[in-house]
């Protein structure tokens, strides 16, 4: 083995995409140096042979049908290496995971693969202390020293907590019907932990005993949460890698994570970071669940970047996820997981036979023909000397002579930060900066109105008339195509009318949920319409498609009359309408 290791002229031939998938015609026959005896063939021990390909990943054998006996046998070539960034690159989608149980070899194959793609910006994510991704030569971040602010994106609030707290999907259950629509309502009047927790404290004085089960439910779960000195951090555009190992419990890790995955993926959309590789270690502790940004990751990155994925098992990620990957490297698998794979057999049997440090692409393009087996076998060069770095926080800019707190403040700046949250007005906005900032709310809200007035006019926000506790008032919202905070916002007022007055809410649609009502119920489907859609077909077609009422809640009177005459079953209101028709049932419009 020395001699090949020490040679630094060797150059090996690569297999590449084209090459793999049409290794039975191209793979030539072996030089003999099985066992005898044809019983032991599928046992051997490759690492042998295959010494001289230390460093790469190598074809070892393929299995093929077996026309006689009609089954599967192992057909022996001469181990060729594979250059796996040309075979991931050439499918249409570069998404990949990494599955198999433990001690198999997925961490030296990770690692391998990350060292191919060391000239673009990998951004990896890892919860073990002293994991092997530490070890890469990639910067280390300790992720307690850079935690996005959880109160600077509500639907992200909640959506990480949820996926902390509700890892698996929960079909039913009262306190999981109510947490998300507490959770943006109290994050919503929050500016830290502190005012959340005194938040939860004024809304028990008025709760229902159910409510207040779940407002104690949230109390106590946030506890493992509260981290203090939590900063505007900017992430760096260089490849980095963030050890969440440090954070004290499996809960805020994985709620951190989400937060911080949500930023980053933000940023990918708006393009701030270009054809990134985000690479997750331990995935289960997030894809287990239906409301990790993973799900959205997987089927939109494809003209942003890549997503990774490694863990133990292919039922720890969910079937809708699991599809949006186009490479599934696949080392020995448990019998829940052979079972996933009987929609092809030869693919199964492959998978059953393999041996330690021998993995395959379950969607390996011929699969129908045959399966490639193929090995890595380390030579020690994947673990580097790692440089542990600090994160640079981005110091908050206040308004200048305000109490001597600081120097000058960007309020536009602020109200971007705002409106990338939620809807928003005026007095609202006034009211937040001059709070967090110790200025005057008039001079604040004087200032606010004619920079909102140059972003409308720049196409940045947008405003809609909108009808609160009966008064009318101008809402503003951001005009990304990536953020719906007014949808958001309507969504979440409704599903708190409706939990206010004991309707029981059986689901609530996550953001860019396609095919689904908003809101639904035992009774009645909600549907939010901002009036922002030209086409109105998706909507019929989730009208056709129930027996129930269907009411559609719109901002304002004057949008009423767009979405009449969708049929005797739909009713179109205002927020106010809403509330007022549940308060007085016995008008009969919900029977």
Not at 350 to 356: H, K, Y
Request: glycine letters at 6%; hydrophobic letters at 35%; proline letters at 3%.
């Amino acid at each position: 083995m020395n001699k090949y290791l020490e040679d630094q002229n060797r150059v090996m031939r690569e297999y590449g995409f084209s090459e793999l998938i049409n290794a039975r015609r191209v793979l030539s026959k072996p030089i003999i140096e099985l066992p005898l005896r044809n019983q032991e063939r599928m046992f051997y021990d490759l690492s042998r042979r295959l010494m001289r390909f230390a460093g790469h990943t190598t074809i070892a054998y393929t299995i093929i049908p077996d026309m006689e006996r009609g089954k599967f046998m192992r057909d022996e070539c001469s181990a060729r290496a594979a250059n796996l960034r040309d075979y991931i690159e050439h499918k249409g989608n570069r998404n990949v995971s990494i599955t198999g149980v433990s001690g198999q070899g997925k961490s030296y194959l990770t690692m391998h693969l990350l060292s191919k793609f060391e000239d673009r910006q990998r951004i990896i994510f890892s919860f073990k202390p002293n994991d092997h991704e530490v070890h890469l030569g990639i910067p280390v971040i300790e992720a307690k020293e850079c935690l996005p602010n959880p109160f600077r994106d509500i639907n992200a609030f909640s959506e990480a907590y949820m996926t902390a707290f509700f890892g698996e999907k929960v079909s039913s259950g009262i306190q999981l019907q109510q947490t998300p629509a507490f959770l943006q309502e109290i994050a919503s009047q929050s500016t830290d932990w502190k005012s959340f927790m005194k938040t939860i404290s004024d809304k028990r004085k008025s709760a229902s005993k159910n409510q207040i089960e779940t407002l104690n439910a949230i109390e106590q779960n946030v506890k493992s949460l509260v981290i203090e000195d939590m900063g505007n951090v900017e992430l760096a555009n260089e490849s980095t890698v963030f050890d969440f190992s440090t954070l004290p419990t499996k809960q805020s890790q994985n709620f951190y994570a989400e937060l911080m995955l949500r930023q980053i993926y933000r940023e990918m959309e708006e393009r701030k970071r270009k054809d990134v590789l985000v690479c997750i270690d331990e995935a289960h502790r997030l894809t287990k669940s239906y409301h990790t940004i993973l799900d959205v990751m997987s089927r939109e990155i494809r003209d942003k970047g890549m997503l990774w994925i490694i863990t133990q098992n292919l039922i720890d990620i969910l079937p809708e996820m699991r599809a949006n990957f186009g490479t599934k490297f696949t080392f020995k698998l448990g019998d829940a997981d052979l079972q996933i794979l009987s929609y092809n057999q030869l693919v199964r049997f492959s998978v059953s036979v393999l041996q330690p440090i021998q993995f395959t692409d379950i969607e390996f393009p011929e699969s129908q023909a045959f399966t490639p087996v193929l090995t890595y076998i380390s030579d020690g060069s994947e673990y580097r000397e790692t440089q542990k770095i600090l994160a640079a926080v981005k110091e908050e800019r206040m308004e200048e002579g305000a109490g001597g707190r600081g120097k000058d403040m960007d309020y536009k700046e602020e109200i971007m930060h705002i409106l990338s949250e939620r809807m928003s007005y005026a007095t609202e906005m006034g009211k937040e900066i001059s709070a967090k900032y110790g200025i005057s709310k008039d001079q604040a809200k004087l200032r606010i109105k004619s920079i909102l007035e140059e972003l409308k006019n720049n196409n940045e926000v947008g405003r809609v008339k909108y009808l609160r506790d009966g008064k009318p008032i101008v809402m503003y919202y951001s005009k990304s195509p990536n953020l719906t905070n007014l949808h958001t916002g309507m969504q979440s007022q409704a599903v708190d009318i409706l939990n206010e007055l004991g309707v029981s809410v059986n689901r609530i649609s996550t953001t860019g949920e396609r095919g689904a009502f908003d809101i639904e119920t035992d009774f009645f489907m909600v549907e939010i319409e901002t009036g922002l859609k030209h086409s109105m077909e998706d909507l019929k077609e989730r009208i056709a498609g129930t027996n129930l009422r269907v009411i559609i809640v719109v901002p304002n009177r004057e949008l009423i009359d767009k979405y009449r005459g969708l049929g005797e079953r739909v009713m179109v209101m205002t927020m106010d309408s809403l509330r007022e028709m549940l308060t007085e049932p016995e008008k009969g419009v919900l029977s």
